[in-house]
């Protein structure tokens, strides 16, 4: 979704963070499969860093995509009495698979990943395109 949003030169208009609902990978980089997957989708995700989802997210954020039906229900448990933001399946935004599940490709090939990615930029770019809309950005 970053380079989705530089692409179209709103990162002055979007805030975006990634978090997981659990701590057990927390400071940690991303698999090396999915940086692998990422760099043939054309972008770098080496640098970012696991963190855990904290209460103020809920307040912070308008929107939190949740890959998959477990971490959707997680996020709405930890959710504090109060906070604003909408929580929603990141494939709500996908028209060819509205609030699937992300596919989890950790046990699979690199072809699995490679899926994954893709099945990720399509929804991003779903909803990007809502962003927009909303915004009255045309870029």
Request: glycine share 8%; net charge negative; with cysteine.
């Amino acid at each position: 979704m970053r380079a989705l949003v530089k692409k179209q030169n709103l990162d002055e208009t979007v805030q975006l963070d990634s978090a997981g609902t659990g701590d057990w990978h927390v400071g940690q980089a991303p698999d090396h499969r999915a940086q692998a997957a990422c760099r043939r989708a054309g972008f770098n995700i080496s640098s970012h860093r696991a963190r855990q989802v904290c209460p103020e997210d809920f307040s912070r954020f308008d929107l939190i995509l949740a890959c998959d039906g477990q971490n959707l229900r997680d996020l709405r448990r930890m959710c504090p009495a109060g906070a604003t933001a909408t929580i929603r399946m990141l494939r709500d935004y996908d028209k060819s698979a509205p609030g699937d599940d992300v596919p989890d490709p950790y046990y699979g090939s690199g072809e699995d990943f490679d899926e994954t990615v893709q099945i990720c930029l399509d929804a991003c770019e779903g909803l990007l395109a809502q962003i927009k809309d909303k915004t009255g950005e045309s870029h």
